[in-house]
């Protein structure tokens, strides 16, 4: 993870739990992982930050857990979310995730905060620990030209979605789209995949 991103999300934990919590819901994402997550399979929000989607995937049937590099948004997590689990994992490692562990992982809008020669092997390590046969939901802001920082100094890496499709390339492809997100007003682009059996 870029260190500039994460002693941003680190210092300044609380203000951005504060932002996304006030932003509108996610429903175009809601939508998505309802068409395409396998109920009541475990899940994986890689990149949780302050926990709303865990939240709101428990609830919709898909029994969740956290995991986040930031121990700042961890706290803000735990703190909004006593009753679902937390746990500290950077990408591109993932640390302590053992292969094939969940039904169902989402990562949205993270890999971005990563060097590109980062993305390819956190691309790789997450496809990792789908189950056969679970779906993998992989999203991230999209930057034309050089990579970029906003105010808070996060990395915004700049690259194409070749780069992702061809981590992917054995996957079963569901889903493939650059869009304008309905909660941040940012294009993003989303891909599902469903991992062969």
């Known amino acids: 993870m870029d260190r500039q991103t994460l002693a941003a999300y680190d210092n300044d934990a609380a203000a951005f739990a504060k932002d996304w919590h006030e932003q509108p819901a996610p429903v175009d994402l809601h939508v998505i ?9 475990l ?12 939240a709101w995937l428990s609830a919709s049937g898909f029994p969740a857990k956290g995991f986040d590099a930031s121990n700042g948004l961890l706290t803000e997590a735990r703190r909004r979310y006593p009753q679902f ?4 994992a950077e990408l ?3 640390s302590g995730i053992a292969a094939n562990s969940f039904v169902n992982v989402l990562c949205e809008t993270v890999i971005m905060h990563l060097g590109v ?4 092997p956190a691309v790789r390590r997450m496809f990792e620990i789908v189950k056969p046969g679970g779906i993998f939901y992989l999203s991230w802001r999209v930057t034309e030209g050089e990579d970029q920082r906003d105010k808070h100094a996060r990395l915004y890496a700049a690259f194409g979605p070749s780069l992702v499709r061809s981590e992917l390339a054995g996957a079963a ?9 309905a909660s941040s007003g940012k294009r993003i682009h989303r891909i599902v995949v469903r991992k062969e059996l």
Not at 85 to 88: K, Q, S, Y
């Open 33 to 41: 992982v309802r068409r395409f997550f396998i109920a009541s399979g």
């Open 43 to 54: 899940t994986a929000d890689i990149g949780c930050g302050s926990g709303p989607e865990v």
């Open 85 to 88: 689990e937390f746990t500290l």
């Open 92 to 94: 591109p490692s993932l």
């Open 117 to 120: 020669a980062q993305i390819a």
């Open 173 to 181: 492809t569901l889903l493939d789209e650059e869009v304008v997100s």
